[in-house]
């Protein structure tokens, strides 16, 4: 009987559970229940439903005892940066805001005030982004200091979860590596900034590491599904888990391609030099303690949006085909500008930003989608560029992973700008490298190297060049 791993992914827009097994020294995934995920306003504030995703999360174990299934252990990864506070009670004294919430609008510039740009990014290594949790929780400080005064746990999204199925609290150090409040070099929290801002250092967590089994369900729990089974850090950070699933490890460039796009290299120390800050390079913690030494990029998120705005009736494939058909329409947008990140209306913003810039507005679904796509390629062309005079050094290959890998007219689009072979796969890299780090935990895959090994095995990869993809 092989052993069973559930990996809880969830993401900006929807959650699964995934059934993950080895079987004949390849790694088997079934996904066993998905779920729906947004954010939705409450009161003033942007926010995820977090009682309402543990919930889902518990609706999907349930459904492991209508199929028969026992698993030995389970893990989970969200989105980062966002987070939990509680209090003596371990009660929420909040809702849990999403990164999107304008409330860090400023908050940026003011701690830059208190503790440079400079000393920050080369004690934690972490690029700037307004939304990050450093700049929320300071928010909270100025803003709602009572919170604070009550806070006696600072838990993520993740460990929040964690939390609620075993009672206990730990801070996973690849989420944790995104607040950039750890330090790169000791990998504990910085209590020198802490205390700088003024932000209590007790309600912090020890940091675990990936492949820590955490413990076993409440006993609550097992009365209510049934069974019992291990709960086990992966990389809690998505991005974190889905570079585990990198098959191209040598030489590679990576991007993670989802809602949002990572691209970068692993490295095993961080890089926190002058360059790096001035491209807004970040060193997010991996397994094993490496390093995730990569740029955020704006992502689908920008065509989802899309997608949206016209009201769904287009599908994903339908606007890529749609691009092409708009194969004369040429006009580049910088996907990172602040107004694409929460738009009330991405269509709006698009032509808003064309019109800036004097360039040809979009005025079709086809042309609205080519701008996104040929965008979304010259900024990882731009990064790559970046990552290259950092390292001084020439990348052969780049590999494409996640849900965005299957849009094969943007991967033509990334070997054509960039003139490097793209490897697009595996699709369900994020459930692949969760499942991967429990079954190291569990002794079942040996270390990273089996684990890459097994899954190269085990699912598709198409290769691109600046002609017509080939599976390898």
Known sequence: MPRYSIAVDIGASSGRLILGYLEDGLLKLEEIHRFENKIVKKGDSFCWEADKLFQEIKNGLKKCVELGIQPDSIGIDTWAVDFLLLDENNQPLTEAVSYRDPRTDGMMEEVFELFSKERLYLE??????????????????????????????????????????????????????????????????????????????????????????????SQELVSELGFDLQVILPATHDTGSAVIAVPEEDESIYISSGT??????????????????????????????????????????????????????????????????????????????????????????????CIETQQQVPNTPGEMAKCVFDSLAVSYQEAVSEIEEIFEKKFTKINVIGGGC?????????????????????????????????????????????????????????KYLPTQPVIS
């Open 124 to 217: 934690t290594g972490i690029q700037f982004q307004k939304f990050n949790t450093i700049y929320q929780l300071f928010s909270i400080k100025k803003n709602n200091p009572e919170i604070l005064e009550k806070a006696k746990s600072f838990l993520m999204i993740p460990d929040y979860f964690n939390y609620l199925l075993t009672g206990k609290k730990a801070n996973e150090y690849t989420n944790a590596t995104s607040t950039q409040l750890v330090n790169a070099f000791t990998k504990h929290w910085d209590g020198q900034i802490l205390d700088v801002l003024g932000i209590n250092k007790e309600m912090f967590q020890e940091i675990k590491t990936p492949k820590t089994i955490l413990g076993t369900l």
């Open 406 to 462: 299957q849009n094969e007219m943007l991967n033509q689009l990334i070997a054509d700008v960039t003139m490097k072979e793209v490897f697009a796969g595996p699709v369900e890299a994020t459930a692949i490298g969760n499942i991967a780090a429990q079954l190291m935990a569990l002794g079942e895959i040996r270390d990273i190297k089996e684990a890459r090994s097994i899954i190269k095995d085990s699912f598709e990869v198409k």
């Open 260 to 353: 949002w796009s990572l691209i970068g290299v692993e490295n095993y120390f961080p890089i926190c030099v002058t360059k790096a800050l001035d491209y807004n390079f970040t060193n997010e913690g991996g397994i094993d303690y490496q390093y995730r030494f990569l740029k955020n990029i704006m992502g689908l998120w920008m065509i989802q949006e899309v997608k949206r705005n016209y009201n769904d009736e287009y599908s994903f494939a339908q606007l890529v085909d749609l691009a092409r058909e708009a194969r004369d329409y040429k006009a580049i947008v910088s996907v990172n500008d602040d107004r694409f990140l929460k738009p009330e209306n991405m269509i709006d913003a698009i032509m808003n930003y």
